[in-house]
């Protein structure tokens, strides 16, 4: 163990992750919030979801520093009476459980479906790459529009909200896979020209190991940088769908449908209900941007000669 963290302390990442000040604070950044919202039972002063602990005449306290702040409400509460800085931790950690999930899921599919159009092609190519542009024509937010309602419609909103984080990943999961298998695809057509392939084709390995064991390997660079970008877009797709009504159901409260609840508000007086939530949306995704652009340019050979 100490051997391989003596070699990653003396690593060319982590060298050039300490002299980038950007990535130091977006790193930084992206930690505190994933043990603050993974922390939440321990830390929020109240549960969001447990109904003894919200009082309807607690609604709309504005924020602790305003005249009329409540000292137990630092960031005041909504309509109904929810802490909004405990909502806000709860609510940050469904999102990012969404986002990691739903990437975990198009990463497998795409990237299998890469591999197989890359190294077989042929018809299975053509076959999967269409299909991919198929897809691809849709957006993901529309996708998850219509798949979302129609379950609503056939099953019932009740159901719905039961089954709510998984539907989210898998609509988002399977909206999102040929991102992957474009990116793989590509990879596969390159890699599987080279030498070593032919090798292990002539020592007689099977198309399966050849595949997962030799090739998929030296195609993890894109998939990583993808990877980084995917993350903040499933989070955005899940806070759309929640705003738009679609994604999480009011009493299980993530960003998108904290920043809906208090949107009708926002003029009345109201700001904070939106506002926070909305805040710390931005800054979630800018973070995981900023790291993936490092991650995309650490990768990059033409930008590192040194």
Do not use: C
Not at 128 to 150: E, G, Y
Not at 286 to 296: A, E, S, Y
């Amino acid at each position: 163990m100490n051997r391989y963290w003596t070699l990653f302390a003396e690593s060319a990442l982590l060298y050039r992750f300490k002299r980038d000040k950007v990535a130091i604070a977006s790193f930084s950044v992206l930690l505190l919030l994933v043990v603050l919202s993974f922390s939440a039972p321990l830390i929020a002063p109240f549960d969001p979801y447990d109904p003894t602990q919200i009082d309807i005449m607690d609604a709309d306290v504005p924020p602790l520093w305003q005249t009329a702040g409540d000292v137990r409400f630092l960031l005041g509460t909504d309509a109904q009476g929810r802490d909004i800085w405990s909502s806000m931790l709860y609510g940050t950690r469904i999102s990012i459980t969404i986002g990691l999930f739903a990437v975990l899921l198009q990463s497998i599919l795409g990237i299998a479906l890469g591999l197989a159009a890359g190294y077989v092609g042929g018809r299975l190519d053509s076959f999967l790459m269409r299909l991919a542009d198929i897809q691809l024509s849709f957006s993901t937010l529309m996708v998850a529009i219509v798949v979302l309602a129609v379950f609503q419609a056939s099953f019932g909103t009740e159901l719905y909200n039961d089954l709510a984080v998984f539907m989210l990943i898998l609509v988002i999961g399977i909206a999102e896979w040929p991102q992957y298998a474009r990116t793989v695809r590509a990879s596969v057509l390159a890699e599987k020209q080279k030498e070593y392939v032919d090798a292990v084709r002539v020592i007689g390995l099977s198309r399966r190991r050849i595949m997962f064991r030799h090739i998929l390997p030296n195609t993890l660079s894109p998939i990583l940088v993808i990877s980084t970008v995917q993350v903040a877009n499933a989070i955005m797709s899940e806070a759309a769908l929640s705003f738009l009504g679609l994604g999480m159901p009011v009493n299980q409260p993530s960003l998108g449908s904290l920043i809906n609840s208090g949107f009708q508000y926002i003029l009345s007086g109201s700001w904070w209900i939106t506002t926070f939530p909305a805040l710390l949306l931005i800054l979630l995704v800018l973070v995981i941007n900023l790291l993936g652009d490092w991650l995309r340019d650490l990768l990059n050979p033409r930008l590192y000669k040194d």
